[in-house]
């Protein structure tokens, strides 16, 4: 059996990671384990590791071990916002509810977005944010099983999806786009507005390593303002 490859021991570690089987914070086992597993040098597995790191994908600290960083660091200039976070920065009370979790096929106009073959399984997750108890943002959001499926077994009744997804995935791109929206009858009713509003909307789509993470749409009500360091 040839030895490993460091690009082929980076990509299974990844794996492991990405598919929920080493979660965030737990620790990953050290380099002498993994070149007994992968029949490679410690040289081999100390540079796929290493790369690993540079994407703050884990962590390593001198006795501690290396572990899955809780948060994995982000080196894109676009900081995506946290719905809480922004929320909790205005001096306003957070709320979350969960109006819908399920997985569907997706369908083609859909496919084309999340670049998965049409019929694929996804999971469509709707929710709605509040501050103080008034409505702030509608969360809209499609997530590619096959790039995150440990969204399966995700629980999204305490907190949005975008919380938990940036603790299990990087991403390295994200393509946004922002535009107005005549709210809808069941727009309006979440929202708190009047059917035809103009809605602030944003569409937004996660990617890591030319692969598809997520697709959401967010709408706020007329009188959002967005403010903050993008």
């Known amino acids: 059996m040839r030895s490993a490859t460091y690009r082929e021991i980076k990509a299974d570690l990844l794996r492991r990671i990405l598919g929920g089987e080493w979660l965030p914070g737990s620790l990953v086992p050290n380099e ?20 690993l790191v540079d994407e703050g994908i884990i962590e390593r600290r001198r006795k501690a071990g290396t572990r899955v960083r809780k948060a994995p660091v982000r080196t894109v200039r676009f900081a995506v916002p946290l719905t809480q976070r922004e929320i909790s920065e205005r001096g306003s009370a957070y709320g979350h509810t969960l109006l819908m979790s399920e997985i569907v096929p997706a369908q083609d106009w859909l496919a084309e ?16 944010h509040s501050a ?26 305490q ?7 940036v603790q299990q995935v990087p991403f390295s791109d994200v393509e946004v786009s922002m535009s107005a929206a005549l709210a809808t009858k069941e727009q309006a009713r979440l929202l708190k507005s ?29 009188d959002y303002q967005m403010t903050g360091r993008y």
């Open 113 to 128: 977005r999340l670049n998965v073959t049409s019929g694929a399984e996804v999971m469509h997750v709707i929710c709605l």
């Open 159 to 165: 907190n949005g999806p975008m919380e938990w997804l």
């Open 132 to 157: 103080d108890g008034e409505p702030y943002q509608l969360e809209d959001r499609w997530i590619n099983l096959a790039a995150t499926p440990a969204a399966r077994e995700a629980d999204f009744t």
């Open 32 to 51: 002498q384990q993994l070149a007994q597993e992968f029949k490679a040098a410690r040289a081999t597995v100390n540079r796929a590791m290493r790369e």
């Open 194 to 222: 009047a059917l035809g509003d103009a809605l602030f909307r944003v569409d937004r789509r996660t990617i890591w390593r030319d692969e598809v993470v997520a697709y959401v749409t967010l709408l706020h009500r007329p």
